[in-house]
């Protein structure tokens, strides 16, 4: 059976058929934090983000690379409970003891989401996209614009385009 090896994110997996692979070098030009024939593993999924993924997985010349996005990372309620914590700034998922979290900055009527983390170990189960959601709605539901500098939620938000109404005007997604 042909050999395939699968890297995963929050939201897809890659999938590398060593068989077709021409090395022509195009995913290490384009993306060299992310593949690196010399280590191990040589794929880093973790160094881009899933739209620099997708793009360069589609300019994969001989059909080697290839993704699709993972169940878990549709929209849909997996049950998880949001919480806040306004003195530490963060909203967060309590997993085991583990805390994936959202730090933001609150000025007035404006909230900045700063930074995203999720622990290695919860890595790859779409909890960094359901957290991400979650606290998205309840921005909405509080009513206040978005600044969304963390580039995690930029790009969230640039895959489902329905929360671009809570950006700040002039704010661009990229
Ligand atoms: S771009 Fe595709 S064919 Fe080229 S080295 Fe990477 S995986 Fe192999």
Not at 95 to 124: C, K, M, Q, S
């Amino acid at each position: 059976m042909p050999v395939k090896k699968e890297y995963s994110n929050d939201d897809l997996t890659i999938v590398w058929k060593p068989e077709k692979c021409i090395h022509s070098g195009v995913c290490v030009k384009t993306l060299p934090d992310v593949y690196d024939p010399k280590a191990r593993p040589w794929i880093s999924i973790g160094n881009a983000t899933t739209d620099e993924l997708i793009k360069q997985v589609d300019q994969c010349p001989s059909g080697a690379l290839s993704y699709y996005m993972n169940p878990q990372s549709a929209d849909r309620d997996t049950g998880r409970e949001l919480q806040e914590d306004p003195e530490g700034k963060m909203y967060f998922f309590d997993i085991n003891g583990l805390r994936p979290r959202i730090e933001y900055i609150r000025a007035g009527d404006r909230i900045f989401l700063t930074h995203t983390e999720v622990p290695p170990e919860l890595e790859g189960k779409g909890i960094g996209s359901d957290l991400i959601r979650k606290t998205l709605e309840d921005v909405g539901l509080k009513g206040l614009t978005l600044i969304p500098l963390c580039p995690f939620v930029a790009s969230y938000i640039k895959r489902h385009p329905e929360w671009k109404k809570l950006v700040l005007k002039g704010v661009n997604i990229k």
